[in-house]
């Protein structure tokens, strides 16, 4: 078996896919016996090509990377824009990775319904679509027979969503809480360490951790996106982006640092969706946590989330929170996924 | 979708599964949109039952709980064994429980197989069968087209098997580790405190965490069975039991915990499987655990895994490791998971 498939944004993520797509060619035969050819790739600043035979990711990476543009690569047909990759060649599965916006969606979401419609599966790490329009996409997806993926969307290509819809199939999960930002948790680690938030900030944009304009991390943006898609796909709700309390860390000092540390306490900013009186909320906030709360060791750029279940209680998983590979590594568990599914078994070794 | 199933062994966990079934058939139906009926129950000790329309569940809780037999159930067929009851009775999928037996696998092998070969698919908590047996008993279900389930084997219902299976899948694991034993990690957070090996263990016994006769925890058997099974179902290993070395925590004193606090560390029991040579090896064995490692946090009957991948680095699960009604959330979640692979769908809520 064969799939086709497109890369639709070749920003850092889609980079970082087609690398280990490359990398993991083998292993994905061996492992579970199926073979692939990305056969087309668009970006609107980078450029396109739809080449049906497949194009070579280790040339068209090189190129991008040498030149910041593809145009040079020198078979198959050029300048297709995202919306006609995805309409007129024959791909089965779409990679959406094209920049998250939280108020419109767009690109992605015009992107998602247009491959859903045509037929194809998707994979995306684009939190604006599933963030504003989880429910009316799926049902798209149900539609059309299709499957819509989108594990990169939290943590990275640490397990969050598969985890709780597929490993904890069967529970209830009544609350979600977590450090689901690496940048604001680098930052208050350092600020741990005695740094004020200027220094921390600026060491954090020096790692390539924190962006220049930083507001999508430190107000706390990036982790409302997280749990709005946490909550409507794992907890039933129907949350907007503007039902969520959001508070960042750039009001946290030194000196507030230093009191918690007194108590035994650090400041994390956690993400937290709960029940109360039968509806779910949630909330972004800077809060103090205790020494024998697990969150309380996740230090860094490292992400975690606990679920709080009706049979098994507390479940934690920890891992990476961002990363081109790691992102990247999200759409390549949930593309394993789909072969999975479609050929009817398990995924086994 | 109605489906029949059958639990062959009614002891703890096979209690737990019949519990959780009963309170969890509205949230399938409305989450899953199927339905079953639990048709037999067998086991050598307590009774068994063949009902086709479906045994009432409360009912024989109740009688199991009271009684310690299921005999005066009103309805149906008795005194039909395990083998039987596979044989003749119309199920689809069996939960095999019945007790871990480490030297010989059985009766839980021969259940097994003879469930498959029957074309049923199984859902086991029984460590022997997949320590022993795993290679075998996965192409005897490939040949019939059947699945063979078994994350309570690992954790209890705290996802490790399909969480690395499913929601890794691409990755490769180059090392696991862990702290995999509930009973052995309370006793050696006790000792933590000031009480010595006997103390501890004495209380473990008193809270029914650890059994009158502790061996197959407190020398490391149990963990050793789960790092067996980890090895070679997620990193290809063919380890049998003998090929792994064993220490307990039975030589473990007041003194040795000592010393190891005042250099910041903390004994725990860990299992651990590595790549050497191009081979997997594994060991149980107390590793004196460094504050800044999540496993040193991990205290009381919790366990934790942690999987080094080539991707992800490291990514850690924590949660429960036993338990009555955890265990039976493996076989939850593992019967959720047959059959979303049988609609051919993920999971979706």
């Known amino acids: 078996m064969t799939y086709k498939l497109a890369i639709v944004g070749f920003g850092?993520?889609?980079?970082?896919?087609?690398?280990?797509?490359?990398?993991?060619?083998?292993?994905?035969?061996?492992?579970?016996?199926?073979?692939?050819?990305?056969?087309?790739?668009?970006?609107?600043?980078?450029?396109?090509?739809?080449?049906?035979?497949?194009?070579?990711?280790?040339?068209?990476?090189?190129?991008?990377?040498?030149?910041?543009?593809?145009?040079?690569?020198?078979r198959?047909?050029?300048?297709?824009?995202?919306i006609k990759t995805i309409k007129e060649t024959n791909v089965d599965i779409i990679a959406e990775v094209t920049p998250t916006n939280l108020e419109s969606g767009e690109p992605g979401t015009t992107l998602i319904k247009t491959a859903l419609a045509e037929g194809k599966?998707?994979?995306?790490?684009?939190k604006g679509p599933i963030a504003l329009f989880y429910r009316e996409l799926m049902e798209l997806a149900r539609e059309n027979r299709k499957l819509l993926k989108f594990e990169g969307t939290v943590l990275s290509g640490?397990?969050?969503?598969?985890?709780?819809l597929i490993t904890l199939a069967g529970a209830n999960i009544n609350e979600i809480r977590g450090i689901m930002n690496g940048t604001t948790n680098y930052i208050l680690t350092q600020m741990d360490t005695g740094k004020n938030y200027g220094e921390a900030l600026k060491e954090a944009q020096g790692l390539g951790y924190a962006e220049t304009k930083p507001d999508a991390d430190v107000e706390g943006w990036d982790a409302l996106a997280k749990i709005v898609i946490l909550s409507n796909v794992l907890m039933h709700a129907d949350l907007k982006v503007s039902d969520v309390e959001r508070k960042g860390i750039t009001g946290i000092t030194l000196s507030d640092i230093k009191k918690a540390k007194e108590e035994n306490k650090r400041y994390k900013l956690i993400?937290?969706?709960?029940?109360?009186?039968?509806?779910?909320?949630?909330?972004?906030?800077?809060?103090?946590?205790?020494?024998?709360?697990?969150?309380?060791?996740?230090?860094?750029?490292?992400?975690?989330?606990?679920?709080?279940?009706?049979?098994?209680?507390c479940v934690t998983i920890t891992g990476p929170g961002a990363g081109r590979r790691e992102t990247g590594f999200a759409l390549l568990s949930d593309f394993v996924n789909i072969h999975c599914s479609l050929i009817d078994r398990c995924c086994e070794k």
């Open 271 to 313: 993400a937290r969706a709960w029940k109360e009186n039968g509806r779910v909320k949630a909330r972004v906030s800077p809060e103090k946590v205790e020494e024998d709360n697990i969150l309380f060791h996740i230090t860094g750029v490292n992400n975690a989330i606990q679920f709080q279940t009706d049979i098994l209680g």
């Open 12 to 74: 850092t993520v889609g980079q970082g896919f087609a690398e280990l797509l490359q990398e993991k060619r083998k292993y994905l035969k061996d492992t579970y016996g199926f073979d692939f050819e990305v056969v087309a790739i668009s970006d609107p600043l980078k450029g396109s090509i739809y080449e049906e035979n497949g194009i070579n990711l280790k040339e068209v990476l090189s190129l991008a990377q040498k030149e910041g543009k593809i145009d040079g690569y020198k």
């Open 158 to 164: 640490t397990p969050a969503i598969n985890l709780a």
């Open 121 to 126: 599966h998707v994979i995306t790490t684009n």
């Open 76 to 82: 198959g047909i050029k300048g297709w824009d995202s």
